[in-house]
């Protein structure tokens, strides 16, 4: 059974940061999926914010760009999101996904195992 467990998510002012992290079992070969995180604001739909593929090659949205990191470590079968200067319009439910590595599609269809999410709220 896949399991994806997120943590590190709370309530922080603007300016701080935090560091996102997901703990994965019961997916072989971890190391070839893609990872993802998505968040979906109150209001809003689902967006893609960061993924980093098999080779640690990575990808932001425009919004998180310089801002976010997003890292794994295979032997740990875990992925992090490092956030920083966060602002008000961070604040989101934040989920971690896996998708096949040989799949190139982005969407959210894509990705067949998810996190239950964890909430982040940035204040002004």
């Known amino acids: 059974q896949v399991q994806l467990v997120e943590s590190g998510g709370g309530l922080v002012q603007a300016g701080d940061s935090l560091r996102l992290s997901c703990a994965v079992s019961g997916l072989n070969f971890f190391n070839t999926y893609t990872m993802a995180w998505f968040r979906r604001a109150p209001g809003k739909e689902r967006e893609l914010v960061a993924h980093?593929?098999?080779?640690?090659?990575?990808a932001y949205a425009d919004s998180v760009k310089d801002r976010f990191t997003i890292s794994r470590d295979n032997a740990k079968n875990t992925v992090y999101l490092q956030m920083d200067s966060l602002k008000p319009d961070d604040t989101a439910v934040y989920y971690c996904?896996?998708?096949?590595?040989?799949?190139?599609?982005?969407?959210?269809?894509?990705?067949?195992?998810w996190g239950q999410g964890t909430q982040v709220t940035v204040s002004s």
């Open positions: 996904a896996a998708k096949a590595g040989f799949i190139a599609e982005l969407s959210e269809r894509a990705f067949a195992a």
């Open positions: 980093i593929n098999r080779n640690g090659g990575t």
